[in-house]
């Protein structure tokens, strides 16, 4: 069980900075713990620390340094531990997990709907940006960005792209990781003048965009 003395018994109190917390998010130390705990339970994967707390931070479910703080206290009680010799990725203990299964009904249902959602997206996310990496290199006449798209032992695709400045490079970097598997088979569509796959993938692309100005208008349904 968490080790941790509640303010007059109260599950609930809220003993935590509101700042940058959505209406419904957690507001008590115990619940946020509670929280990354039910979290590691349910991705069932290791989790970088700054992955936890991007997920939290990122949907207003609790504030950013009360998240960090609680981390660190279930590290401290032996309720997480890390998994690696650099300290980077971190996983339940017997006592974390127990912890998960017993109080996980305390929390909100939307709360952990969205923290787990996050996780998931988050993670494959990372997982893109690992694979396939960008590098960005400043020279005397702007920035180069080089793109690789990974094929697992091989790179598919490594393209250089010129940037006049930093704020453009870094929007091809985002780009580019938004959807890699995109780009490629439009690379492949132009070079392979393959009528029908350049079709379906300047189709999908457009498609891609205009979900992306759906998403920055405040919408998420998608047609």
């Known amino acids: 069980m968490l080790k941790y003395k509640m303010k007059d018994g109260d599950d609930m109190a809220f ?9 419904g998010g957690v507001r008590s130390k115990n619940e946020i713990r ?3 705990c039910y979290l590691f339970d349910s991705i069932g994967k290791p989790m970088e620390k700054s992955t936890v707390v991007e997920v939290i931070q990122n949907k207003g479910l609790a504030n950013y340094f009360e998240t960090s703080s609680c981390f660190d206290d279930l590290i401290a009680h032996n309720n997480i531990k890390a998994v690696d010799e650099n ?16 109080l996980e009904n305390t929390l909100p249902l939307s709360v952990k709907e969205k923290a787990y959602t996050c996780a998931l997206e988050l993670m494959e996310q990372k ?3 690992k694979e396939n990496a960008v590098t960005i290199s400043k020279t005397d006449k702007g920035y180069n960005v080089n793109c690789k798209i990974s094929g697992g032992d091989v790179d598919l695709v490594s393209i250089d792209i010129y940037a006049p400045d930093s704020k453009q490079a870094k929007l091809i ?5 938004h959807n890699p598997e995109l780009l490629y088979k439009v690379i492949m569509a132009s070079m392979t003048q393959n009528e029908d796959m350049i079709d379906d993938s300047l189709s999908e692309l457009k498609k891609e965009i205009q979900r992306k100005k759906r998403a920055n208008a405040g919408y998420t349904s998608e047609s």
């Open 87 to 102: 300290n980077n990725f971190y996983c339940l203990t017997d006592n974390g997990t127990m912890v998960a299964k017993q």
């Open 34 to 36: 509670t929280l990354i």
């Open 127 to 129: 997982r893109i940006e």
């Open 15 to 23: 003993d935590t900075f509101d700042e940058g917390i959505n209406y």
């Open 173 to 177: 970097k985002k780009n580019f990781h």
